[in-house]
Nanobody, 127 residues
């Protein structure tokens, strides 16, 4: 088992930057690939970014490619999502998730492949 807690959400203006953190505990962090997903009312949960166990491989949704960056610090058991050039359409509840599966595309992009989820953190981008 692993427990995940997101933090860093809040209200920002379009064009601004924001960094989200996901702290893991309960099991060896390096056993898990990590992903960030987001969800808005009336829509399904959407893949944002994924990172392999070692951090050597990453994957991004087309909607955030070039603007967002996922990283991890295994010594701190934390995964990050750096969000730049934020747009109103980025407004959502952001969730981090952990998977024991290997880094396989498109498997890493499917919410159903993740075993553990955080509680989510709200990011609101005003125009």
């Amino acid at each position: 088992q692993v427990q995940l807690v997101e933090s860093g959400g809040g209200l920002v203006q379009a064009g601004d930057s924001r960094s989200l953190s996901c702290a893991a505990s309960g099991r060896t962090f390096t056993s898990y690939g990590m992903g960030w997903f987001r969800q808005t009312p009336g829509k399904e949960r959407e893949f944002v970014a994924g990172i392999s166990r070692s951090g050597g491989s990453t994957d991004y949704a087309d909607s955030v490619k070039g603007r967002f960056s996922i990283s991890r610090d295994n010594a701190r058991s934390t995964v990050y999502l750096q969000m730049n050039s934020l747009k109103p359409e980025d407004t959502a509840v952001y969730y981090c998730a952990a998977t024991l599966r290997g880094f396989m595309i498109p498997t890493i992009e499917r919410a159903s492949e993740y075993d553990h989820w955080g509680q989510g953190t709200q990011v609101t981008v005003s125009s």
